[in-house]
């Protein structure tokens, strides 16, 4: 029989938002994580906000909608103001009502910027981790490191000398006719007017050079968790020093501690600088390697250099999905903001995935 098309809508709704929710939606794996880490952010927040004056968007509500935009590849803010105002499923996440009203898109930039100042992305992913510890999960022995580049929002027609000037007589100046042809562009020689903090980089030999920032990971390999993040302006020894910088963030221990790396990362200095932290160097052999049968006959070497490719499922997964392909921010400071809250909610993606198979349960 055809049903009919009823002629009037339904004025009211009597089904509550928790009924619309399918109890093995993904969301509410990652929810049972966030929620615990919330409270402990607490005291930060309330260093963020001064105790009179209009309320503000609650921040619990904020880092939910905000792990919802890189969860779901939610472009902008506008976009996500737009889903939190007809997505059922987004509201229940982050905490509104059916009839709650949604906020503008600056104010929720501007409240966004705040937690800039308070260390909430770096809080947020210790939390998580400590998700992830607390279920015996972490290995605090084998660890991989690894690097890449970000690309910068800024064009290169943005990349010119500093003294050169703003505009000229071109018919369009919001997107002016430039040729570069002839020019040699550098680091030390051109900045960019867009985004001053990024650099010119490129990949390998032959490869488009692009504004950029570096950024690297600490992986730990038993089940491939993120545990440290850096970001900087990428150079020649950007990516090692920065996997330098990674391994001195973990907490000393008795035993030696092993780092898989690809040959990029097989240097003198490198191995040198590792060693001097108590780490046994299980990197990817080079033409003119160092690395000699000491280390590489054993078991564990062979074992790190297979571990050492899940880092590329973080990047891999963070520029497909956690929108850092390109990025939507300027300024290093912020860039390293949006960087560790995107491995975070890779972390929350990966125990998700975990616990749901039965490991640390």
Request: net charge positive; hydrophobic share 40%; glycine share 10%.
């Amino acid at each position: 029989m055809r049903g009919a098309e009823p002629g009037q809508r339904v004025m009211f709704s009597y089904v509550d938002l928790e009924q619309r929710v399918p109890g093995d939606h993904p969301l509410r794996a990652i929810q049972a994580l966030v929620e615990p880490v919330l409270p402990e952010l607490s005291p930060r927040f309330a260093a963020l906000y001064a105790e009179s004056g209009r309320p503000s968007i609650p921040p619990e509500q904020l880092l939910r909608a905000l792990l919802l935009q890189v969860l779901y590849t939610v472009r902008s803010e506008r976009q996500l103001m737009e889903q939190l105002d007809y997505n059922l499923l987004f509201r229940w996440f982050v905490g509104l009502g059916m009839d709650a009203p949604v906020w503008h898109p600056t104010t929720f930039s501007k409240n966004r910027d705040r937690l800039l100042a308070g260390q909430i992305a770096e809080a947020f992913f210790a939390g998580v981790l400590r998700q992830a510890g607390s279920r015996a999960l972490l290995s605090h022995e084998h660890f991989t490191v690894d690097g890449t580049l970000l690309e910068a929002w800024a064009s290169q027609k943005s990349f010119r000398p500093p003294d050169a000037p703003t505009s000229g007589n071109d018919d369009d100046p919001g997107n002016p006719t430039v040729s570069f042809r002839g020019q040699r562009r550098s680091n030390a020689t051109h900045r960019s007017v867009t985004d001053p903090e990024a650099r010119l980089a490129k990949k390998g030999v032959g490869k488009e050079a692009k504004l950029s920032y570096q950024a690297s990971v600490l992986l730990e390999n038993r089940h491939g968790l993120v545990v440290a993040t850096a970001v900087s302006a990428p150079s020649g020894t950007a990516e090692v020093e920065q996997a330098i910088e990674l391994g001195a963030t973990q907490a000393p221990r008795a035993g030696r501690r092993t780092l898989g790396a690809d040959k990029g990362y097989d240097q003198r200095s490198f191995i040198t600088g590792l060693r001097g932290l108590g780490w046994t160097p299980h990197l990817a052999q080079g033409p003119a390697s160092i690395l000699d049968g000491r280390t590489t006959r054993h078991a564990g070497y062979a074992t790190s250099q297979q571990r050492r490719k899940r880092v590329e499922e973080s990047f891999g997964w963070g520029k497909t999905v956690g929108l850092l392909r390109k990025l939507r921010h300027r300024g290093r400071e912020l860039i390293d903001w949006i960087f560790t809250f995107t491995m975070a909610a890779y972390n929350l993606v990966r125990l998700r995935t975990l616990i749901g198979v039965g490991v640390g349960t």
